[in-house]
């Protein structure tokens, strides 16, 4: 399910999904919250605010009225996955990353701060820098302030792989390369 359709459930939902993480304080802008609901999914949004999805349904469950105790007999039915918090990177980065520099020629770098300070939408500028990477040893690398998890997610339709590191509180630093061919006969 889209957050869009969430949101559609009351009017006081807005509040609710800003209250799991404050990431989510830029739906509050309608421009952004036309833009970006569609895109997001439930799982997603419980991976952006670092929670289970298991607890974000049951908390946006609650909010639209149902009844606790069905929800958490319904929730018991999930996965074991579900019902902790997803991990989004491995621990280090990828061998396609892991002796490149910021620096480096293959690095296109967009910086998305000012995106997020004017409150624009910056999918589209994003996605055509993505189009132009035609080297497939060119890599983006985004700075966002929050882990852009839906990108990634879209990303990978593309045949991008990706890792994200946090590192200031709220900048994120995200990696979009073509995962090495692995050589097998």
């Known amino acids: 399910m889209k957050i869009k359709k969430v949101l559609e459930l009351y009017e006081g939902m807005l509040d609710v999904v800003v209250e799991l993480s404050p990431e989510f304080k830029r739906l509050r802008n309608p421009v952004l919250r036309k833009a970006m609901t569609n895109r997001i999914t439930v799982e997603q949004a419980a991976r952006i605010a670092g929670v289970p999805l298991a607890r974000m349904l049951y908390t946006l469950n609650v909010a639209a009225g149902e009844d606790p105790q069905w929800i958490i007999e319904e929730l018991k039915t999930l996965?074991?996955?579900?019902?902790?918090?997803?991990?989004?990177?491995?621990?280090?980065?990828?061998?396609?990353?892991?002796?490149?520099?910021?620096?480096?020629?293959?690095?296109?770098?967009?910086?998305?701060?000012?995106?997020?300070?004017?409150?624009?939408?910056?999918?589209?500028?994003?996605?055509?820098?993505?189009?132009?990477?035609?080297?497939?040893?060119?890599?983006?690398?985004i700075r966002h302030p929050f882990d852009p998890i839906p990108l990634r997610d879209l990303a990978l339709k593309f045949g991008f792989s990706s890792w994200a590191e946090e590192r200031a509180p709220h900048e994120w630093f995200t990696y979009f390369y073509r995962p090495a061919q692995s050589k097998e006969k």
Request: charged share 25%; aromatic share 4%; net charge negative.
């Open 79 to 141: 996965p074991y996955a579900a019902h902790e918090v997803q991990p989004v990177n491995p621990s280090h980065k990828p061998q396609e990353l892991a002796e490149l520099a910021d620096s480096d020629p293959r690095i296109q770098f967009l910086d998305l701060m000012p995106f997020d300070e004017r409150q624009e939408d910056p999918l589209p500028t994003i996605l055509k820098q993505l189009v132009a990477l035609k080297d497939k040893q060119q890599i983006l690398l």
